[in-house]
């Protein structure tokens, strides 16, 4: 299995646990919110948005809730500043990590994200350390004994960059980050179900951790979680499905 399919996986299983205590439900709103106040109210012209409502619905969020985030958003004319940032630094084992930050004090922000780092051993890097290690693409996963022929029939339709067939039998779709949207939708429409679709970052090369640094590696990534601040976090770590087994007992 491929390192950036493990982890969506992981991040997977992380949203289905945030989701039970609320907390992706507080970022996804969040994001919305800010979408339709930066870029207005209309999903078909402001992508940013509609890849925020992608997600609440991806991750069951009801249509009132989305509608009224919509609302508030569109109709905050004023409100707090809030800004886009991208925080690059290494982790337990070497590992590149990137934390996608929504922020309205920077100064806050920075202090925590960078407490997250040093506490597992890692560290805070500068702009542009090791975000050239990452390429920001749509990604589609299937899981095992899912129609290969079907779903690579629908990807070549909608103009996906590449479809990937692991050898555990979990299929991958990619995309570019614009054509994402128009793929999933064709996606859905013939009824086929993804495990995890995405715009992610992907590593161009992977990191192989042992138990150790791997549990250091979650735990730290469970730190930046709780960050209000945070809303995404990408690393090229590659736990091996024994020792994820294993961490998971």
């Known amino acids: 299995m491929s390192g950036h399919n493990k982890w969506s996986k992981i ?39 509609r890849l925020a ?14 509608k009224r985030a ?26 590149a990590v990137l934390v996608k930050c929504l922020s309205d004090n920077r100064n806050r922000t920075v202090s925590d994200v960078r407490h997250a780092f040093t506490h597992a051993g890692g560290n805070l890097g500068t702009k542009g350390s090791v975000s050239y290690l990452f390429t920001e693409k749509g990604l589609i996963t ?5 129609n290969e022929d079907r779903i690579t029939e629908i990807a070549l339709e909608s103009d996906a960059e590449d479809v990937i067939v692991n050898n555990d039998g979990t299929i991958e779709v990619t995309t570019t980050p614009e054509n ?31 138990k150790e640094t791997s ?16 809303q995404d976090i990408y690393t090229n770590a ?6 994820l087994d294993e961490i998971e007992k």
Do not use: C, H, W
Not at 23 to 37: G, L, P, S, V, Y
Not at 56 to 66: C, E, G, L, Q, R
Not at 142 to 146: A, D, E, L, R
Not at 199 to 210: A, E, F, R
């Open 11 to 49: 991040r997977f299983k992380k949203a289905a646990q945030d989701q039970k205590r609320g907390k992706i439900f507080t970022k996804i709103i969040r994001e919305i919110t800010i979408a339709a106040r930066m870029g207005g109210s209309d999903p078909n012209a402001n992508s940013r948005l």
């Open 53 to 66: 409502i992608d997600k609440a619905f991806s991750n069951n969020m009801s249509k009132d809730t989305v």
């Open 70 to 95: 919509i609302q508030r958003g569109a109709g905050d004319s004023g409100g707090t500043l809030m800004e886009d940032i991208l925080y690059e630094g290494y982790g337990p084992g070497g590992t």
């Open 142 to 146: 299937f899981p095992k004994g899912s």
């Open 180 to 210: 994402f949207s128009k793929t999933k939708a064709l996606i859905e429409k013939n009824t086929l179900t993804p495990e995890y679709a995405e715009i992610t970052m992907i590593p161009s090369n992977k990191v192989v951790l042992n």
């Open 215 to 230: 549990e250091k590696l979650l735990r730290m990534v469970d730190v930046l979680d709780e960050l209000d601040d945070v």
């Open 238 to 243: 590659d736990i091996p499905d024994d020792v």
